[in-house]
């Protein structure tokens, strides 16, 4: 059973940064992709950013250069630093994770991603 906890969320003024983290419980393999999404009143899930197994990072356009997403060496935390962040930024935002060979080319979606943590709440205030 696959288990994904997060944390660091909170609220920060526009500007402010903070340090997303996920854990990873159970066997998840040793080749996956894990990925970062959010999650606003009234909008669409979107993909913020994304790591492959291999180290290959993929990021959301209205994150890039603003948002880091990084694994430690055991490869069973997860981590995003939000930089420079927005009031558009608020959200909740999941980790979610896929054993490699079902990570999709087309992932910003969330589409076929089986395991998600509960979520952590941040908020950006002007």
């Known amino acids: 059973q696959v288990q994904l906890v997060e944390s660091g969320g909170g609220s920060v003024q526009a500007g402010g940064s903070l340090r997303l983290s996920c854990g990873a419980s159970?066997?998840?393999?040793?080749?996956?992709?894990m990925a970062w999404f959010r999650h606003a009143p009234g909008k669409e899930r979107e993909g913020v950013a994304r790591?492959?197994?291999?180290?290959?990072?993929r990021y959301g356009d209205s994150v890039k250069d603003r948002f880091t997403i990084a694994k430690d060496i055991a490869r069973t935390i997860f981590f995003l630093q939000l930089s420079d962040l927005k009031p558009e930024d608020t959200g909740m935002y999941y980790c979610?994770?896929?054993?490699?060979?079902?990570?999709?080319?087309?992932?910003?979606?969330?589409?076929?991603?089986?395991?998600w943590g509960q979520g952590t709440q941040v908020t950006v205030s002007a």
């Open positions: 159970g066997y998840i393999g040793d080749r996956y992709c």
């Open positions: 979610a994770a896929l054993p490699y060979y079902e990570c999709p080319s087309r992932w910003t979606s969330g589409a076929g991603f089986r395991h």
């Open positions: 790591i492959d197994a291999d180290g290959l990072r």
